[in-house]
C-alpha cells in the first residue's frame, strides 16, 4: 500500500518561508518521479514543482525563483522549500507520486495579508 505523509504547513506572513515534507512508503522511493501540488479554495489542483528519479526538476512559473523541491532517497522523502511567500500561495498542498495516483492528506498552507 503507497502511503504519502504531508507535513510542515502552517501560518506564515508574507515574505516568510516554510519548508514542507512528504514521507512516502509502500514504494521503491528512488524509481519513482514526485511531485508537489497545490489546491486553493475553489480552484482546481494545479502542478507547482516535479522532480524525477535523476534529479531533474521543473516548476510552475508562478512560483520560479521562489520554491525549491528537492528529494532524499535515503529517507524516501521529498521537500519543497519555500521562500518569499505571496496570499496568492495559499491553499493545501498535496503529495504525489507520479503516474500511480497517489496521493497523501494534504497540508494547509496559510499566507497571512
Known amino acids: 500500500q503507497v502511503q504519502l505523509v504531508e507535513s510542515g504547513g502552517g501560518l506564515v506572513q508574507p515574505g516568510g518561508s516554510l519548508r514542507l515534507s512528504c514521507a512516502a512508503s509502500g514504494i521503491i522511493f528512488r524509481r519513482y518521479a514526485m511531485g508537489w501540488y497545490r489546491q486553493a479554495l475553489g480552484n482546481e489542483r494545479e502542478l507547482v514543482a516535479a522532480i524525477t528519479s535523476g534529479g531533474s526538476t521543473n516548476y510552475a512559473d508562478s512560483v520560479k525563483g521562489r520554491f525549491t523541491i528537492s528529494r532524499d532517497n535515503a529517507k524516501n522523502t521529498v521537500y519543497l522549500q519555500m521562500n518569499s511567500l505571496k496570499p496568492e500561495d495559499t491553499a493545501v498542498y498535496y503529495c504525489?507520486?507520479?503516474?500511480?495516483?497517489?496521493w497523501g492528506q494534504g497540508t494547509l498552507v496559510t499566507i497571512s495579508s
Open positions: 504525489n507520486v507520479q503516474f500511480l495516483g497517489a
